[in-house]
């Protein structure tokens, strides 16, 4: 829970009509951002974005029913940052540390078009890989959603990390949905050893358990959804990797904050930098991680 004088600090970022801070579930901070086009939530736990709707549509990002809302647990759904590394790590919480980190909230501002920009802050972590730079996430709500995840090395050191913005997408049905952009892109299948593979098919399609880390791959992939009669976008920079996946029925029984059904009516297509894509950033060098969500009739 945040003390009473850190709500109070923070509600002097609130923008009327705009942006209102309050305590969200688990009374973690939560930013709620309302615009012309779309409304959007942002928990500091995380700098976890965990909702985005458009005016008049189903939301865009999916959020289980069972996500725990704890300082020492990962959000389930949104957009969780997985930031230094990405995966399982001995001793260490899987997909790294920043998406169980309060970060700090460095500004709000609302544009004369009616979009609004948030801009946080990674803590510098003691004891920590040495990201003495800054780490900063800028999210853009408007009629889409943009999403930058800033890198600044101003140590004197080399520094090596992974990042992935692991988005998930609210479908109707995902036996329905297709996937399409990665056609003839390399790929490691994570349900068959990490066997490297190419994609043959022109959309990918679902029928089980799904998780691939494409290589090498700056393409925007679209996602069809009949069911909700909707195209989602998904365009992306500063990224070589993306990764599709759906938990499916075992992997879906396994997670205690997912629901077993709830497999169903999401589907990840995660953009960032990994494995072989890791980013090694030189001293006094920044780059920047974007993906810009959209939607549209189909
Ligand atoms: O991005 C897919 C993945 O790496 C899967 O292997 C699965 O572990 C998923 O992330 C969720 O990871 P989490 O640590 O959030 O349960």
């Known amino acids: ?55 008049g549509e189903p939301p865009l990002l999916w959020m289980s029913a069972k996500s725990l ?4 647990k990962a959000i389930r759904g949104g957009v969780p940052i997985c930031f230094p590394w990405f995966g399982p790590r001995t001793g260490a919480p899987a997909h790294g540390y920043a998406r169980l980190t309060e970060w700090n909230l460095v500004a709000t501002s609302a544009c004369p078009d009616g979009r609004v920009t948030v801009r946080l802050r990674l803590p510098d972590k003691v004891g920590e890989a040495p990201y003495s730079g800054s780490v900063e996430y800028i999210v853009t709500v408007g009629s889409t959603l943009t999403l930058e995840l800033q890198v600044n090395n101003h140590s004197s050191e080399s520094v090596i990390f992974e990042e992935m913005l692991h988005t998930y997408f609210t479908v109707g049905d995902i036996t329905g949905v297709s996937v399409k952009g990665l056609h003839g892109v390399h790929y490691l299948d994570k349900v068959a050893g ?9 959309v990918i399609r679902f029928t089980g358990e799904t998780d691939r880390v494409y290589l090498e791959t700056t393409h925007t992939v679209e996602i069809e959804d009949p069911k909700l009669r909707r195209i989602i976008r998904v365009e992306k920079s500063g990224s070589a990797s993306t990764v599709v ?5 075992a992997k879906s029984k396994a997670m205690a904050d997912f629901g077993d059904e709830e497999f169903h009516h999401m589907v990840c297509v995660e953009s960032g930098n990994v494995g072989p894509a890791q980013t090694t950033l030189a001293p006094g060098v920044a780059n920047t991680l974007k993906a810009v969500l959209a939607s549209r009739p189909a």
């Open 245 to 249: 996946w759906n938990p499916w029925v």
């Open 69 to 72: 809302f704890a300082p020492d």
């Open 194 to 202: 990490n066997a490297l593979k190419n994609e043959d098919d022109d």
């Open 1 to 55: 829970m945040e003390s009473t004088e850190n709500l109070r600090l923070l509600k002097e970022h609130e923008i009327t009509g705009a942006v209102a801070i309050s305590p969200g579930q688990g009374g973690l901070p939560r930013l709620v951002i309302t615009t012309p086009f779309s409304q959007a939530e942002i928990y500091l736990h995380g700098a976890h974005v965990t909702a985005f709707q458009k005016n």
